[in-house]
């Protein structure tokens, strides 16, 4: 309610509970905030943020920190939200993208690289995507030629999943891509 008094939104157009029970905290109404988990901080932050029904919302690294159930409740929330709005997420977290996202634009330093939905992005990929079995000692060599998109060790050595527009090391095998 002080949060809509702030944005100067009419007390008759007020719908505190509906916004309340779309973030999941209607039954947390009378509670201070110090006294909220920080998934639930960050539920209350976007519950603000819509209580003057605005067109855009703008959250960086929305999911950082939280507990994997918290992070899949935030992403349907920010799902849900989109219907009626446009929300603009900057994150490193590639689930956060492949669960939520529509269109997507990605930044270097500054330059635009990509824009567009997340399937033309991870076809740009297709057969540019290899796992490679390897140890420390070539990890080096194989990073600086390819990007280097997941490691799985296994306490003897490592599968690499690598991302590249050269011919792949010998050894590796073809992988679809994915968004990362």
Known sequence: ETQAGLYGVPKSERQTEDILDAVRLLDKADSYARSLS????????????????PEFIIVDEPTVGLDPEERIRFRGILSRLSAKRTIIISTHI???????????????????????????????????????????????????????????????????????????????????????
Do not use: Y
């Open 38 to 53: 920080g998934g639930m901080r960050r539920r209350l932050g976007i519950a603000q943020a819509i209580i003057a029904d």
């Open 94 to 180: 590639v689930g956060d993208i492949s669960s939520t996202c529509e269109d997507l634009a990605v930044l270097r330093q500054g330059q635009l690289l990509f824009h567009g939905a997340p399937e033309d992005f991870i076809a740009k990929a297709e057969g540019k995507t290899w796992l490679l079995q390897t140890d420390d000692d070539a990890f080096e060599t194989i990073a600086n030629r390819f990007n280097v998109t997941n490691i799985n060790a296994d306490g003897v050595g490592m599968e690499l999943r690598i991302v590249g527009a050269e011919a792949p090391p010998s050894g590796a095998e073809a992988a679809p891509p994915n968004l990362e």
